[in-house]
Nanobody, 123 residues
Framework: VQLQASGGGLVQAGGSLRLSCAAS????????MGWYRQAPGKERGLVAA???????RYADTVKGRFTISRDNAKNTVYLQMNSLKPEDTAVYYC??????????????????WGKGTLVTVSS
């Protein structure tokens, strides 16, 4: 299984970016997908997550500004980021909790990470 993230870049404060993350491989189903971020000198933390049923949760710092969504048919999760602030600058990582088939054996609740995409917000 691979997670391919895209959409990071440089944006001015107040601007918007949209991140995408597509999961591929021997996936049976995806339980939840999410975005985490890690700023320099800080620990990685949850930004937003969404379950297969569409339930979402957000970090308090992004509520009202970021929106997570997913396309189950494409195994893809999106993060729409509006009203960006310099403190949103970080490497953003995609995460998936999924069920996969490996050599005929089913594995449930497997945890995968994407390589990360850098978001830089200038003041």
């Amino acid at each position: 299984v691979q997670l391919q993230a895209s959409g990071g870049g440089l944006v001015q404060a107040g601007g918007s970016l949209r991140l995408s993350c597509a999961a591929s491989g021997s996936i049976i189903s995806i339980n939840a997908m999410g975005w985490y971020r890690q700023a320099p000198g800080k620990e990685r933390g949850l930004v937003a997550a969404i379950t297969s049923g569409g339930n979402t949760r957000y970090a308090d710092t992004v509520k009202g500004r970021f929106t997570i969504s997913r396309d189950n048919a494409k195994n893809t999760v999106y993060l729409q980021m509006n009203s960006l602030k310099p403190e949103d600058t970080a490497v953003y990582y995609c995460n998936a909790d999924l069920n996969e088939l490996v050599l005929g054996t089913r594995y449930d609740g497997m945890d995968y990470w994407g390589k990360g995409t850098l978001v830089t917000v200038s003041s």
